[in-house]
Every structure is written in structure tokens, then in C-alpha cells.
């Protein structure tokens, strides 16, 4: 659970604890890559857990409301072409989301997902306390998604806390939640899956990607 330091396009130096770094991607370039996946409204609560102890390494919680963002509280997933605010990222795309699985997941850590399906009011409502809820200190990642998640009806017996796991066991109470589990074999390389990812065909966000430099 450690806290990405970086701006878009232009990595930094790590921030050690105290509050989140800030990051606003442009508005442009958030309405460019808006996505909202077909299914229904949807909330996924991704636990990301060590394959030695069943430990938990982090948290994240993708939300499919108006549009499909992931709220990856304290976390070092991040590429350029990805526009984040806060913690949140858009355009969530189904490629998106497997490059935020196989991210996590490798030899080392395997991620528990667990799906509720939800009205859109509660999706939407997910949405906008994600939105406000960043950017979240370091270490902090099952506390801030414990405190979306116990805002939304039905989930009020939800209780904050930092471990992962407790979170994970809290939400599968929740009645309809759907868990599956999620593995790779690969190396504890995990930034490769950055580095060798490739965006969908005709997108280009060079343009944001520079207003957001020029910005900083």
C-alpha cells in the first residue's frame, strides 16, 4: 500500500506519510476516455492479498455508474495514458481493467474480487464519494474505501479499518456479493505490465498528457 508520487506523464520522487499527493488530470482529457461498461450498475472490491500468508497488500474499488472509474486509494498503478484525480482513475475500459489485474496480481500476490451489482443511485453515489475522498495518505487504502462503502445503503454496518483482508470479509457480507479469485505467475516485475501496456487502437492523449506537464 504504498502511495504513487507522480503527475501525469512525469514520475516523482515517493512522499513519505502525512496526505496524498495531488493529482488532476485535465477535464479534457477525462471526458476524451469516459467509459461506462453495458452491464449493470456495479460495484467490485479488489483485494490485492500475499500468496506466502493470505496477508493484505491493498485495496481498490471499481465503480461502474455513470462512467466506470477505479478509486485506487494509496496505490502505485498509474500510466499516462490513464487520467487521475485524486486517486480515481477514468476510462476504465474492460482492457484498463485487466491492466489494473495483472498489475497486481504475480508470483507473489493474488487479488480477491468481489462483485455486488447495485441500483444506479448507489452507484452514482459511490461514484461522487470516491471523488471527494482523495487523495488518500499512505497506508490508508482499506480505511478510505471502508468509508465510500459504509455511506451506501445496506453497507452501514461497514467499519473502517487498514487491514484489506478485515475489508474483505466485511463486504462479503453485504447480500449478492459475487467473489472470485484472480492469479499470474509472473515475475514480482509488476511495472512491466506499465510499461509494456499498449492503448486501445486510435487513442492519443499526447495533448492532455503535455497540458497536464505545462500545468505542474
Known sequence: MHRRAFLIGLPLVAAGCG????????????????????????????????????????????INASQRVIFDPA?????????????????ITPAIE?????????VTYYVIRQDLVVSDAVAERALQLALAAGPVPKAACARATAGILQELPGMEFIRKTLSPERLQEQFAKVPGVVTTEYREE???????????????????????????????
Open 19 to 62: 496526505p496524498g499527493e495531488p493529482v488532476w488530470a485535465p477535464e479534457e482529457f477525462v471526458r476524451r476516455v469516459a467509459y461506462r461498461d453495458p452491464g449493470p450498475a456495479q460495484l467490485t472490491l479488489f483485494t490485492v492479498r500475499a500468496s506466502s500468508d493470505d496477508s493484505g497488500a491493498h485495496t481498490g474499488l471499481m
Open 75 to 91: 496505490g502505485t498503478f498509474q500510466h499516462e495514458t490513464i487520467p487521475e484525480r485524486n486517486d480515481v482513475f477514468f476510462g
Open 186 to 216: 509472473d515475475d514480482n516485475d509488476r511495472f512491466r505490465e506499465l510499461e509494456e501496456y499498449v492503448p486501445e487502437a486510435g487513442f492519443d492523449a499526447s495533448d492532455e498528457i503535455e497540458a497536464a506537464a505545462a500545468a505542474q
Open 98 to 106: 485487466q491492466l489494473y489485474l495483472s498489475f497486481h496480481a504475480r
